[in-house]
């Protein structure tokens, strides 16, 4: 990516994106391309199964995407054999519906339109049908209760437009439909049906033609709870004609339903004298499209989920070998349920009775039930997304058989990322969120040829907690591997490293980790178990773990008394969800009580010595700043100067100087100096600096100058003189929002010059080149900073950025590239390279 700046000195480079999948129904649509999109809080996310990485988020809603749906979808991939472009659409919890392109020659998106004649509420449907290559019909539903049916005509010039019409809105009244689905009328040319279901317990049939003017043609009744999902089969061949077509319904009564439509006359052709079906005995409504009617018979009732089914989906039909646009449907169905389940559904060949052939994730503790469930484009794989806002997916391994494996997926937060920081070695990041996880990603080495960065993947949860975590700090002395975490409780908690989690990671690094062989011997903790509420993580020892516990025959696995205990294993894999929620927590060492309210801020040292925390803030009393010892954990100090929370704190890379901003406007600088044991502290300086909350700051790795940044959308650089004074040196030039995160690297010691990364309200990123000349008079000069680069909107946050890091910037001086870590309230932790001229 070059900037907009017209100075290409800097160029930056997506590296990974680990985000989580927002926790609503319909949220999910796996494309007939083979990506799969969700939506990531305002960003429409793009996952490769493959490869299991994000590879784009979609900038453009205000609000929260609640569901997005492909065009063609897996559904319709027999139909997308020639065709190079790609359209999505995702609509959010204001209403508003998008419609993007992916052209699959050059992997280019381009956002086409919005559509005009949106809804007035949260959009909680996409359902759409392509009638040939260059047509496609979907309906949209919402709270406002409203049912949008529109028409997408996809011009067949490169480049080209594409001509959007409203064929018809539908209003269903107060009781708001959440489930839709389209299919053409076998027979019956240019007919189309819409089935709705919602609020209302029924499932409402609708039929129009391709011009518009759809009318209510029927009710289904049957369901006593509100319906869920819908989804109309292709046609299925009967004597060899391909005349009847099937409704899956699914509902929060636990039942699924499969309704038949079969063109009148032929409901009694169909049946075998030895065969009766119970579409024989229970006559449905009858359908009229223009001159063809159809009769509506419920053809099976399938029961088996026990808990709420969220959604049904038929089996992608394969396309016929003699006619390029036929295609055959297999009679086979998935189900998601809050079951924990999900369930592959197919009738006996004797008696067509349906039976479950296929489930999977009965065995997830955590996953607290599935959202939705889709098929791959060749049905060979099936993807779940959960309450965690996580991924689950389950690839058939067997052809013949059903063998169904879990299978690596992309995994990342479901709520605003707080706090980010590296590890000493720069081996991982480590994130936490207010989803109340910690969570830890490395690049994951491919064995067979070392020389590769290999992808990124979630590789540990240290933490799962009962709280929402605001920030963390990962403690860079020697010895094993720490972290120091604060939530909205008065208690900064200490975690250490498992023995479980220094082998995996020296699997990830291919053995080029950061830490001494034999530490593993001093590590006696395995792994850690969950607690009962959440808090507190038991240590799991070496010893302990050849023991078998007792699990009690298994009964009462998800009571407060009884949780299943962990399992700590050395993984040679990334890991899925299951291993990763469950067996790689870290255990708590210690628990640091003296703050008044909830944590809000942490950093350390770079020695590994002290750590200083703050928490939420109206008084002087209350804003205290506290200085912890490493190791014996003793508070050793409490620094007085701020009236308000205290935002963001960092030690001068000597650590002889302590900064800290605060929301009352104002700096302050402490001298630290330690004595053997002893610390001694004093306010150096204190200024009120901006005219507005400073959220960030960020010290010059060369030296005794740094950086605020506030919500008055400026940046400041400030210098530390031989007086011991603090003063302004130089400013950025004014932001077009609120400056919430600042990183400064160095690029160049003798010059004294580094990259200032500054993170804005909006989610964009900027990175500005700094360098500061200390002359023998004491006097500090700063050439006026010159932007370096401006992130592609396309690879940036898309809501506030909360914290900027660089990796191990030390280590990379004679390096021409450098990694940025980023997140942000946009639920995504983001890594860039820059490769610096």
Known sequence: MSDDSGNDEV??????????CNRVVNNVSWG?????????QNAVAIFCPKSAQILTTLPGHKASVNCTQWLPSSKFAFKAKQIERHYLLSGDADGSIILWEFSLVDKKWRQMLQLPKSHKK????????????????????????????????????????????????LSVGSKSMVALSLAELPGSLGHIVLAMGGLDNKVHLYCGERTGKFVHACELKGHTDWIRSLDFSHPVCTDGEADIILLVSSSQDKGIRIWKMAPRGSLANTQDAKEISLASYIKGPVVVAGSFSYQISLESLIIGHEDWVYSVEWHPPSSSLTEELACHQPLSILSASMDKTMMIWKPEKTT????????????????????????????????????????????NVVTDKDNWQPQKVPSGHFAAVTDLG?????????????????????????????????????????????HDINCATIIKGKGNHRIVSGADEKVARVFEASLSFLKTLNHATSQRCGFPEDLQVDVQILGANMSALGLSQKPIYVNAAHESPDRNGNVGMDTIESIPDAVPVVLTEPPIEDILSWHTLWPESHKLYGHGNELFSLCSDHEGKLVVSSCKAQSAAVAEIWLWQVGSWKAVGCLQSHSLTVTQMEFSHDDNL??????????????????????????????????????????????????TGSRDKTVKIWAVDKENTVKQISSLPQFSSSVTALSWVGVDRQRNRGLLAVGMETGLIELWNLSVTRTDDGSIKAPAPAVAARFDPFICHVSTVNRLAWRNAEKHEDSRSVQLASCGADHCVRLFEIIVD
Request: charged letters at 15%; one cysteine or more.
């Open 658 to 707: 302590l900064l800290a901003v605060s929301r009352d406007r104002q700096f302050s600088v402490f001298t630290i100096k330690r004595t053997g044991d002893e610390i001694s502290y004093n306010l150096l300086a204190r200024q009120e600096a901006h005219k507005r909350i400073i959220w960030a700051c960020s010290w010059n790795p060369y030296g005794h100058e740094f950086a």
């Open 422 to 466: 590296w590890a000493r070695s720069g081996d991982y990041m480590l994130s936490v969120s207010r989803d109340q996880t910690t969570r830890i990603f490395a690049s994951w080495k491919n064995e067979a040829s070392p020389a590769d960065e290999g992808f990124w993947h979630e590789i540990a949860r240290p933490q799962v907690h009962g």
């Open 11 to 20: 160029e930056v480079k997506r590296v990974f994106i680990g985000a989580g």
């Open 122 to 169: 949260g959009v909680t449907c996409i359902s759409g049908i392509m009638v040939s290559q260059a047509d496609a019909i979907f309906a949209s539903s919402s709270s406002d209760g409203l049912v949008h049916i529109w028409e997408l005509v996809l011009l067949s010039a490169p480049g080209g437009d594409v001509k959007l019409s409203c064929l018809e809105s």
């Open 352 to 395: 067509g009775i349906w039976m479950n052939v296929v489930t999977v994730g009965e065995l997830s503790h955590c996953a607290l039930g599935f959202y939705g469930g889709h098929w791959s484009p060749d049905g060979d794989s099936i993807l779940a997304h959960g309450y965690g806002g996580s991924f689950h997916l389950w690839r």
């Open 32 to 40: 007939a391309c083979g990506l799969v999109s969700f939506g990531a």
